[in-house]
């Protein structure tokens, strides 16, 4: 069983390759733990759904039953924006996972190895309307009306079942959204995390210097790809992004140790950004001009 089970881990070992040329190798979450973070997730939602409707009930005491469609209307959308509001906001958040996600120790990634854009969350998220909830939508119209027959039923659950089973049927495991934005979620286990990296460079710092225009070169998303990598223990990776870091910002690999230089240059270019953002000026990557 154990044998089988690390079979089938290797099996999900994907490439990541940053925009720096590193191979991160990520895992696939496989279709249980997905399915298990949406089911908290739809929880999450619900209870606040349930909330609101209290809300609206409450609203509706007030106004009297006869002139509850401005109240009904309002319902709608709060609960339209809630379930898509939630998702969007947490995927696109720095650690790009909802609750439910971050429970089951999973994340959302872009397939290129770049950093998850906005419009691939709104892409993804939005296509789960069509997914997920504009046939079960459908399916409890048609319930609580009392006119649902055999057809509509069974057309709705078909068309439910085939996006949701669709992840089984290709190697990725992807949802028709993840396709569409270019994305696929992988494993992110819980780590205990070391201390502040920007604590243990007394040595580096004092080897390693850079300018202002040095630290220019990069943005809050690489200085979080750096951190990722500075805490993992990929050797290789490390010093391919030194070489990277070093032919860029014009200070070439001379077989220095390329953990000292990159914790330098991380903890300096944290400060640098920190020190722009106070006055108001935020370089989201290096894309975006200086």
Do not use: C
Not at 39 to 48: E, G, N, Q, S, T
Not at 126 to 141: D, N, Q, T, Y
Request: net charge positive; no cysteine; glycine share 8%.
């Amino acid at each position: 069983m154990a044998k089988l089970r690390r079979r089938e881990a290797i099996s999900r070992v994907r490439p990541l390759v940053t925009p720096e040329g590193v191979d991160l190798k990520v895992t696939l979450a496989d279709a249980g733990t997905r399915a298990s973070a949406f089911l908290l997730d739809a929880v999450i939602i619900m209870v606040a759904g349930l909330i609101i409707t209290i809300v609206a009930f409450m609203g509706l005491g007030g106004l009297g039953f006869d002139r509850s469609e401005p109240v009904v209307v309002v319902w709608i959308v709060l609960i339209f924006f809630l379930r898509n509001a939630y998702f969007l906001a947490f995927e696109a958040g720095r650690s790009a996972r909802t609750l439910g996600k971050r429970i089951m120790g999973i994340r959302v990634a872009s397939r290129d190895g770049s950093g998850l854009a906005i419009d691939q969350v709104i892409a993804r998220n939005l296509m789960r309307e069509i997914e997920v909830f504009l046939p079960l939508s459908m399916l409890v119209a048609q319930a609580g009306s009392g006119l649902a027959d055999t057809l509509t039923t069974v057309f709705g659950l078909a068309w439910a079942l085939i996006f949701a089973l669709f992840p089984l049927f290709n190697r990725d495991r992807l949802r028709i959204g993840d396709l569409l934005a270019g994305t696929w979620v992988i494993e992110a286990p819980k780590r205990v995390l070391a201390d502040d990296l920007t604590k243990h460079t007394d040595f580096a710092a004092s080897t390693y210097r850079f300018t202002p225009a040095q630290l220019d070169v990069y943005g809050i998303a690489e200085l979080h790809k750096l951190e990722e990598i500075l805490r993992g223990d990929n050797d290789s990776a490390l010093e391919t992004v030194a070489r990277a870091i070093g032919d860029k910002i014009g200070m070439p690999y001379r077989g220095y140790r390329a953990r000292p230089f990159l914790t330098a240059y991380y903890t300096e270019l944290r400060a640098h950004l920190e020190r722009k953002l106070l006055l108001g000026k935020r370089r989201a990557s290096k894309h975006e001009a200086v």
